[in-house]
């Protein structure tokens, strides 16, 4: 079990653990990540992050990332998602609304609904929901948009 958490900057080389608490920055595959939450953890609560973060292991809550938040192929998380842009590997079971952009890879598997104004999704995931597109798109919104238009629940690929 591994999870890490810390500030990029000139102070990287300082380290503090605790436990399995590791509080310098961490390189992930797209660079440099505030937090990791490794493959075994478990988190329940409310998750916010300023910084890039990487997520592989199992989460229940909610999440608030303002720059990139990243679910990784091992990871489980039954929350709603709110973030930058957010890059989904495994399995989430809630809302997802990302401000920036949303790009689900294989071999991801999202029950819930989406929103966004930028999607990429690659054949081979599933998804089983609603999907709200256009500029400023938001899950909570009750205000209706003539270019925010909810769609039919697909699943793409083969199952």
Known sequence: MSMAFGRSGKDDKE???????DTTSVSGAAGKLEAFLGKGSKVVGNLTF???VELDGHVEGEIVA?????????????AKIMGGEVIIKGTVNGDVSASKRLSVRRPARIIGN???SNLSIEEGVIFEGKCIMGSGSALSSDKGSASAKPVTPVKLGAA
């Not at 380290?15 to 608490?21: N, P, R």
């Not at 720059?67 to 192929?73: A, Q």
Request: net charge negative; charged share 10%.
């Open 114 to 116: 989406i929103s966004t």
């Open 50 to 52: 300023s910084g890039p």
């Open 66 to 78: 303002q720059d990139k938040l990243t679910v990784g192929e091992s990871a489980v998380v039954n």
């Open 15 to 21: 380290t503090t653990s605790h436990g399995s608490v």
